[in-house]
């Protein structure tokens, strides 16, 4: 075991400050990473503030981050896929059993035995695993991807979390040219599905509460911009759009949104809203409509997203921090004020 220095969050209601964490010698088969860059993902701060209690009650103190691009100080004999020097990045896991029929499938994400990458029981030390906003990690070389050389490290590290998070569902619904699709929600996550849904060809409408937005919109790759408050603009869509990918972080109308479909169009959320969203059946009946679920992606979709992300210089729109200014960060995040993700230059937690 080593000494990390890392931030983390004493408890639900106090702020993230600067502490010390214990991290594992890498093992044969672990790279360890000093962390160059971390995204903060708003599902950081649900976390830090304990918001998700009722699924995944945080332990504290909680070292928040899942989306980490670093450079290889150290590996274990049995490693291969990396050498020291060589740049990699991690996600919202760290381990699985990679035995069940998930894993097998390529579906890490959903093994009942997935470990993330923060808050969650870490085999090797008895605790708890701690995330990315922390000057080095240790992680199995399976769960650590390749970074394109060709991309900018502080905007790949959001595509760890935000990219594979649109990416993934973005895929599965089969978004492609000839498709309207809705993103809701243009932060963190609504601004990669934006790309990626123009990448794909798709016609995008981005639905916004934030009417200030709509030219960074149509930059990043919109067709059209519609503020959900606006019911006029919202009726002038009505039961027009094969996909809706649904980003909000907070409590909101999906049943308006659910309007919005044509026949056999389907709602996704991503979003972790801390309650419920009550959902009108009957929008769902008329025009056997469906909404549904999707997290993260797995270990080789990511290295595709990654992938893809290099052949169409695809990164995030950072604005990048020092970590002395996380809890600054969190607010805003909370009026919805990132453009259109933080990214935290870690060589700043050496001032502490
Ligand atoms: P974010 O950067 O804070 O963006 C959320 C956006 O939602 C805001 O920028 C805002 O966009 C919109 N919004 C906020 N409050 C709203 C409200 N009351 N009503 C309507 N719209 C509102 O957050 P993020 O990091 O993208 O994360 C979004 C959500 O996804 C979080 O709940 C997070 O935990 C979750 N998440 C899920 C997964 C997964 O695997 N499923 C992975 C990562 C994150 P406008 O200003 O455009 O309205
Ligand atoms: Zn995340």
């Known amino acids: 075991m080593y000494n990390a220095k ?6 639900a209601t106090s702020p993230l400050a600067s502490s010390t964490i214990s991290r594992r010698d890498p093992t044969e088969n672990d790279v360890q990473m000093e962390i160059l860059f971390c995204g903060i993902c708003h599902s950081d701060l649900h976390q830090a503030r304990n918001e998700w209690s009722g699924v ?23 490693v291969t896929k990396f050498k020291i020097g060589d740049i990699g990045a991690v996600g919202c896991m760290v381990d699985s059993d990679r035995t069940c029929p998930e894993c097998r499938a390529g579906f ?42 060709n991309l900018d490290l502080a905007g790949t590290a959001p595509l760890l979390c935000a990219g594979i998070t649109t990416f993934s ?25 934006v790309k990626f849904a123009h990448a794909l060809g798709a016609h995008v409408v981005v639905f916004t509460t934030s009417p200030s937005k709509k030219d960074d919109a149509l930059r990043l790759g ?9 019911a006029d603009e919202m009726a002038k869509h009505a039961g027009s759009f094969d996909f809706i990918l649904d980003a909000v972080a907070a409590e909101h109308d999906i049943n308006a949104l659910v309007a919005q479909l044509r026949r ?7 979003g972790a809203p801390e309650k419920p969203l009550p959902l ?21 979709e990511t290295q595709q997203m990654l992938d893809f992300c290099g052949q169409h210089n695809i990164t995030a729109d950072v604005e990048v921090i020092p970590i002395q200014k996380v809890n600054e960060a969190y607010q805003r995040l909370l009026r919805s004020d990132v453009k259109y993700r933080f990214s935290i230059d870690m060589a700043s937690l050496k001032n502490n």
């Open 56 to 78: 995944m009650p945080t332990v504290y103190p909680c070292v928040p981050g899942h989306e980490i691009v670093g450079r290889v100080t150290r590996i274990g004999s049995a």
């Open 169 to 193: 569902p973005l895929h599965y619904w089969g978004v492609a040219k000839g498709r309207k699709v809705g993103i809701v929600g243009l932060g963190g996550l609504g601004h990669m599905g």
């Open 280 to 300: 009108s059946v009957f929008g769902l009946l008329m025009r056997r409509r469906s909404v549904s679920g999707s997290i993260i992606g797995g270990i080789a």
């Open 108 to 149: 890490e994400q959903f093994c009942p035995n997935m470990i993330l990458t923060y808050n969650f029981p870490d085999k090797h030390t008895g605790g708890v695993t701690y995330g990315g906003y922390s000057e080095s990690i240790v992680v199995d070389q399976n769960f650590v991807l390749r970074v394109p050389s």
């Open 264 to 270: 056999d169009g389907n709602l996704t959320l991503v």
């Open 222 to 230: 919109a067709d059209e911009v519609v503020v959900s408050k606006n």
């Open 6 to 11: 890392a931030f983390s969050a004493a408890s």
